[in-house]
T-cell receptor, first 111, second 115 residues
Framework: DAKTTQPNSMESNEEEPVHLPCNHSTISGTDYIHWYRQLPSQGPEYVIHGLTSNVNNRMASLAIAEDRKSSTLILHRATLRDAAVYYCILRGTDSSYKLIFGSGTRLLVRP | DTGVSQNPRHKITKRGQNVTFRCDPISEHNRLYWYRQTLGQGPEFLTYFQNEAQLEKSRLLSDRFSAERPKGSFSTLEIQRTEQGDSAMYLC?????????????FGSGTQLSVL
């Protein structure tokens, strides 16, 4: 499985935008870029995913580099409830569709 | 949609005992996954079911671990002769095939402590 690289931790102030980077230089043409987050004492939850084009949903935006070797998850206005571990995952189209998690980025939001 | 339900939320057991966890996926989700997570690490894939068929098992799943999904609905994960190294959060997830890709929905997990 292709690997992703994320910073171990990041900090942000409440109500400010947050840009969480992810490098995936060995991405293949059919790999989707998925982001999940895990709040304390909960299972991971889906945030967003994309293939080539930038994507927006109610939770976040995903900006994908033109060469697809990196991407950025954007939280437009961080809240205290956004404090979590954010995982960037490459997902192929093999039959199991399982997710392979790395260590993720722990986001701390300061009030 | 009541979400993925896992029981129990917490389990404390003594080394050498057997434990069983249950996962109830979102209804109509035909895919079910088990993961294990230790402190400070991301979840590690253990096994995957499509309906009642167990289609993939990780090397992490030793012969003390067994998972079943009878009738393709709920699933159980049993650990026999537990060891202290089995202490972890055990997460279940379910999904249903979507156009070209899909999202996993996770439960809140079962925290196992082996004394």
């Amino acid at each position: 499985d292709a690997k992703t690289t994320q910073p171990n931790s990041m900090e942000s102030n409440e109500e400010e935008p947050v840009h969480l980077p992810c490098n995936h230089s060995t991405i293949s043409g059919t790999d989707y870029i998925h982001w999940y987050r895990q709040l304390p004492s909960q299972g991971p939850e889906y945030v967003i995913h994309g293939l080539t084009s930038n994507v927006n949903n109610r939770m976040a935006s995903l900006a994908i580099a033109e060469d697809r070797k990196s991407s950025t998850l954007i939280l437009h206005r961080a809240t205290l409830r956004d404090a979590a571990v954010y995982y960037c995952i490459l997902r192929g189209t093999d039959s199991s569709y399982k997710l392979i998690f790395g260590s993720g980025t722990r986001l701390l939001v300061r009030p | 949609d009541t979400g993925v339900s896992q029981n129990p939320r917490h389990k404390i057991t003594k080394r050498g005992q057997n434990v069983t966890f249950r996962c109830d996926p979102i209804s109509e989700h035909n895919r079910l996954y088990w993961y294990r997570q230790t402190l400070g690490q991301g979840p590690e894939f253990l096994t995957y079911f499509q309906n009642e068929a167990q289609l993939e098992k990780s090397r992490l799943l030793s012969d003390r671990f067994s998972a079943e999904r009878p009738k393709g609905s709920f699933s159980t994960l049993e650990i026999q002769r537990t060891e202290q190294g089995d202490s972890a959060m055990y997460l279940c997830a379910s999904s249903v095939r979507e156009t070209g890709n899909e999202k996993l929905f996770f439960g809140s997990g079962t925290q196992l402590s082996v004394l």
